[in-house]
């Protein structure tokens, strides 16, 4: 009986190593940080709206985290094939299920460190003015969500390819379909191609949409939902592909 | 199944599954959310609930909108999924009383010619079809109130509309509204003829005249609006006191300057009335208007004025005041949604007594130095010039619309006044006879009164609001009135919707910075001002002796005297220094905030990278200290 618990606390402490060890984890926050605030105060001008809300900066969440997080996960599953650790890995006493959501917690956890460090954003928003604290709490949690849906598509793509920066467009190429999905550009071709009940129904499958509520600061059920389904999926797609790879080794 | 399809299967599989599950949970758990606002702004408010219990009849709302167009505008696509789930909220909460459907008027559909019909704005899109974005509320007497635009900007009282017109077609029998009046354009039943704003109030409520001379008041009579009264004796005063402390619901118009009055001072039917004030009431409420009119050059109302040889130019008035959002209550629902200004023409000013017994609330005030001008000046037609030559500005905003509310105490504590019995026997014998049949004093509140007291008449007028060749309003005065109506003659349910806070929070640290800034500067840029159109006035009066006289001579300046010639070289350096120490400021007046916003940019930019890059550093060095294991 293989331990899936042991399994997910050993690759989890792995791969966590493994991103600050190098420079990468610390390169990739802070440009994620710079663009991030360079996007809400110059493209947003979040000084000029004279509100103290934080609507103009949580506005770029999906959009940054559709280029960068892909970024986070590529590596992932693609190292180990390219490495050739995959063998060594299927032959050690632990589920490929606990392997995954290690490796998916691990980059999780770098990305919750980056979205903890926009702190000075909270602070400055508080300092100029009476923000809705408790909706901005929330647009942080559903944040954090979506954050692991980008990262579980990046996971699960990058135990199809053995190829780093291949995973990584991919991963981008798809997390944009999920992304566009709610885009109003994107949406109104749907919409004017196959009738505004098709548009509806892919909007359903937008992270823009399930997160917009939540920056209103309502917490819908359905969209908690929506994300924890949609990194189920993508774990189990994960699960599937990389015990494909095994059999197809074996 | 063999290994090499099973990958394809199991991943169709699971993706299927996904996309199943969602398409059946999203629409299922619709309702299901939290509300994480601090006013709860996405909660149906207890007013409406009431209200939509306790329906009497079946009300239908249509809701119109052409999805396809409308998934083109962000803001309209997020607003129409609002709207389409306060309907369905609204609907669990009324039960089978409240049908809601949708229509998407595609265009050349019966959907189209139904909106149309019934009144709902078609918004241009560029070019492609037409936006149809509102509500059709009908009832089983086929009564019909729209929404002929749900603009994405007024979410906030978007509950409040909604409920307004389900409230409306509930109760179909209008309210009505006694007008007592000395101006013309408030006279009439409003039906074509009188002040816009007359005619729009016709279309919701019933309206009742009361005569100049009245001694009873029409006894239906839901909210009393007086728009400058004539001078009322003791019994005509009574009779308010006692509407007051019964219904409670009156919005008052004085003026201590109106410009409106009808007659004139020199040989009229009868002597023109400039000055009509709260009398007798002021002192019970503790509210007093001005004698004096304000002038506020803060808030001046660009006008055309004349500026000799058939030219008019755009200056701003005193005297005319234009009162922006800002300087309104954002918490009154009466003056919350207002976008434009409010015009005031020579007002008063409203005195509001420590000892007041009723919660005061400011609506709308002036700015921070205003200046009295005597009334019997204001009246008449003053030029920019002469007002600023009586201008002396004095400290403090002044309220021009104040609400009271809270419970009454008569204005007549030792009970009914005789009346006043006029020498027709006819007359005479119907006074009494009302007299006989008026209802007994009592000397406090039936319920809490809502007064409305504006310091100004002259704001009805449609000169001040209305662009007289498109008979579209430019200012908000109308919106202002219609509003108070509606919040006086509502019940209280729509009243509790009032309370909704705004979900508007301004960066109040800015703000204070301004207002600080402000305090600063405004008297100096005031002064300035005033030396600026001072020395304005006088070159123009020097260049228009130089122009008249000397024009022939082919220089302008020719038949001035040396003295003269000098004088305006004076002014016009003058006036190049006034400007640019205006301009500097204006700069100054922003120093402070743009280092801030810059500082914090700063930090909000690079602060996180720095932060980051620290940590890494730190980690470094722990581990070359522990080195390498």
Known sequence: MKDTMTGLRASYIRELRAYFATPLAYVFIAIFLMLLGFFTWEASRFFDTGVADLQPFFYWHPWLFMIFLPALSMRLWSDESAAGTTELLMSLPITITGLAIGKLLAAWTVALLALALTTPMWMTVNYLGAPDNSAILLTYLMSALMAGAYLAIGAAISSLLSSQVLSYVIGVVVAFVFTAAGWPMVLGAISGALGAGVGDLAAQFSFLTHFETAERGVLEVRSVLFFIGFVALCLALNVIWVSQRRGAMR | ?629
């Open chain 2, 1 to 629: 199944m063999s290994p090499r399809s099973f990958l394809p299967v199991a991943t169709a599989l699971l993706l299927a599954i996904f996309i199943a599950a969602t398409l059946i949970i999203q629409p299922l758990l619709r309702g299901a959310r939290a509300d994480f606002t601090e006013a709860s702004l996405y909660t149906l408010s207890d007013g409406t609930v009431s209200a939509l219990q306790n329906l009497q009849e079946p009300v239908d709302l249509t809701f119109v909108y052409t999805r396809r167009v409308g998934q083109e505008y962000p803001a309209v696509r997020a607003y129409a999924t609002r709207v389409r789930e306060l309907l369905q909220a609204y609907r669990a909460e009324a039960g089978a009383n409240l049908r809601v459907r949708e229509i998407d008027p595609l265009p050349f559909s019966e959907a189209e010619d139904e909106a149309v019909a019934a009144g709902i704005v078609a918004v241009d899109t560029n070019g492609e079809d037409p936006l149809y974005f509102g509500i059709i509320g009908r009832n089983t007497i086929d009564d019909q109130r729209v929404i002929p635009f749900l603009a994405p900007e007024q979410e906030e009282t978007l509950e409040y509309d909604l409920t307004r017109l389900i409230a409306r077609l509930d109760r179909p029998e209008p309210p009505t509204v006694g007008i007592l009046s000395t101006l013309q354009g408030m006279q009439g039943d409003g039906q074509g003829a009188g002040y816009s704003f007359l005619q729009e109030a016709a279309k919701s409520f019933n309206i009742t005249q009361i005569d100049e001379d009245f001694y009873a008041l029409p006894e239906d009579m839901d909210v009393l609006l007086m728009v400058h009264p004539p001078d009322l004796d003791d019994w005509q005063t009574w009779l308010i006191d006692q509407f007051l402390l019964r219904k409670g619901r009156a919005i008052i118009l004085v003026d201590p300057a109106a410009k409106t009055a009808p007659g004139s001072e020199f040989g009229g039917l009868r002597e023109r009335q400039i000055r009509s004030d709260l009398g007798r009431f002021g002192d019970v409420w503790g509210v007093h208007l001005s004698e004096e009119a304000v002038a506020d050059t803060e808030s001046a109302l660009p006008i055309q004025a004349p500026v000799g040889e058939g030219r008019t130019n755009v200056v701003r008035h005193p005297l005319y005041l234009a009162a922006p959002p800002a300087m309104m209550s954002r918490d009154s629902l009466i003056t919350a949604e207002l976008s434009r200004t409010v015009n005031f023409g020579a007002p008063g000013a409203l005195e509001i007594d420590e000892a007041s017994p009723f919660d005061v609330e400011v609506l709308i005030h002036t700015g921070e130095a205003p200046s009295w001008i005597p009334a019997e000046e204001a009246v008449k037609d003053l030029s920019v010039q002469d007002t600023l030559a009586l201008y002396e500005p004095v400290e403090g905003e002044k309220p021009l619309a104040v609400r009271l509310h809270g419970a009454l105490v008569s204005a007549f504590p030792d009970g009914a006044p005789p009346p006043a019995v006029p020498d027709d026997p006819v007359l005479a014998e119907l006074v009494r006879a009302s007299a006989q049949t008026a209802q007994p004093h009592i000397a406090s509140s039936e319920r809490d009164a809502e007064i409305l007291i504006l310091s100004d008449a002259d704001m009805v007028d449609d000169g001040l609001y209305v662009d007289l060749e498109s008979a579209t309003a430019f200012a908000d005065n109308g919106a202002l009135l219609m509003n108070a109506l509606d919040v006086m003659s509502g019940d209280a349910n729509l009243l509790s919707l009032r309370a909704r806070a705004s979900s508007r929070r301004p960066m109040s640290r800015v703000e204070a910075m301004r207002d600080e800034a402000q305090a600063r500067f405004f008297g100096e840029q005031a002064q300035l001002e005033n030396r600026l159109a001072e020395a304005q006035a006088r070159l123009q009066e020097l260049q228009q002796i130089g122009s008249t006289d000397g024009f022939f001579e082919g220089d302008l300046e020719a038949t001035l005297t040396d003295e003269e010639r000098s004088e305006l070289a004076e002014l016009r350096t003058d006036i190049v220094e006034t400007r640019s120490r205006l301009r500097s400021i204006e700069r100054d007046f922003r120093r402070e905030i743009d280092a801030l916003e810059g500082w914090l940019k700063f930090i909000n930019i690079f602060g996180g990278a720095i932060l980051i890059g620290l940590i890494g550093l730190f980690v470094w060095w722990r581990r070359r200290k522990v080195g390498p294991s």
